[in-house]
């Protein structure tokens, strides 16, 4: 017991006694909190790099894949196709691509590609988020008289070209968002990944 009538011992007792009661509380708030931060295996896959074979896509053909839940649009684009890019960039919203959010700077080109004939672009119309019908054909539709193929949006009428720049009188303001994307192989395409290994 000391002067001040406190005895140390008991104290030094109690705060040992007290320290190990929160270490062990702790301890049972801390559990459900690190496995809230553990992505499960669903979301793993959900956020993981997806993987097209391009090689059996015909020319002038397009392909639906998935990556982080949304519609990838792969077109094999033909000579044609490419030649006809330039034609109608007076009719274009956006024909340079100034919208440099909208594409990886590898893709910031008229192709709007890493390999010209082979397009990588999200299938989600920048106006209000529908999927764009592909028709691929130039030739006169009901929504473009001077249709030179593209995608057309069937929510509110927004015109894509086979590059997914978007036409002017479209309500979309920009092009379709060409995703992150490189070649594994010479045929294997990665949508999510940057790096080029090819
Ligand atoms: S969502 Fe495509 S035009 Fe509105």
């Known amino acids: 017991m000391s002067q001040d009538g406190v005895n140390k ?3 030094t007792l109690l705060v040992g006694v007290t320290s190990a009661v929160g270490a062990v509380g702790a301890g049972f708030v801390a559990v459900p909190f690190v496995k809230s ?3 499960s295996e669903k ?3 959900a956020g993981a790099p997806a993987k097209i074979d391009v090689s059996k896509i015909e020319p002038g053909s397009m392909l639906t894949a ?6 990838v649009y ?5 000579d044609d196709m490419l030649e006809n890019l330039p034609e109608h960039n007076d009719r274009l919203k956006d024909p340079d691509n100034s919208n440099k959010a909208q594409q990886p700077a590898y893709a910031d080109n008229i192709n709007r590609s890493r390999k010209p004939e082979v397009l990588v672009v999200l299938g989600v119309c920048t106006h209000l988020g529908c999927a764009p019908k592909y028709f691929g054909e130039v030739q006169p539709q009901q929504f473009d008289a001077n249709w030179p193929g593209g995608w057309f949006c ?3 009428g927004s015109r894509f070209d086979l590059s997914g720049r978007v036409f002017q009188g479209s309500p979309a303001a920009s092009n379709l968002e060409i995703p992150p994307h490189s070649y594994e192989s ?3 395409v990665v949508v ?3 790096e080029e290994n090819a």
């Open 9 to 11: 011992g008991r104290r």
């Open 37 to 39: 931060w553990v992505p």
């Open 43 to 45: 979301a793993k896959a």
């Open 66 to 71: 998935e990556w982080r839940g949304k519609p």
């Open 74 to 78: 792969v077109v094999r684009r033909t």
């Open 154 to 156: 069937p929510c509110h």
């Open 186 to 188: 010479a045929n294997v």
């Open 192 to 194: 999510g990944v940057d």
